[in-house]
């Protein structure tokens, strides 16, 4: 008479074989987020970059004057962090004010 196997469920193992339930958690990763910076140029004027700040940014006009100051002394600043659509959306719109009013500020946008 044949000797039944010793798992009767019928997997059959070899002993250097391990089981591994390896299970990944799901993960919730947040997208990238995007720097828009403006640029200093020597012919818009401040008064305008304040506007596009107030206008397009939602700042007050003191933290617009400050952004606006930042820009003019260290060469750019950073005006917001989005999400890559909208840090795309919020460069097309200072650029397209801009090109409106013919001034060269440029506005530029760059991963966090």
Do not use: W
């Not at 005006?79 to 530029?108: D, I, N, W, Y």
């Amino acid at each position: 008479m044949a000797r039944p196997p010793d798992n009767p469920g019928g997997d059959h193992h070899h002993d250097d074989e391990i089981d591994l339930d390896v299970r990944t958690k799901p993960r919730t990763q947040r997208p990238p987020m995007y720097k828009v910076l403006l640029l200093n140029d020597d012919f818009t004027p401040m008064e305008f970059v304040v506007h596009v700040l107030e206008r397009l940014f939602a700042m007050s006009h003191a933290q617009a004057i400050e952004i606006m100051l930042a820009v003019h002394r260290q060469g750019l600043a950073v005006v917001g962090v989005f999400s890559h659509e909208v840090a795309e959306t919020k460069v097309m719109q200072v650029m397209e004010l801009a090109r409106r009013q013919q001034h060269p500020l440029q506005c530029t946008m760059e991963k966090e």
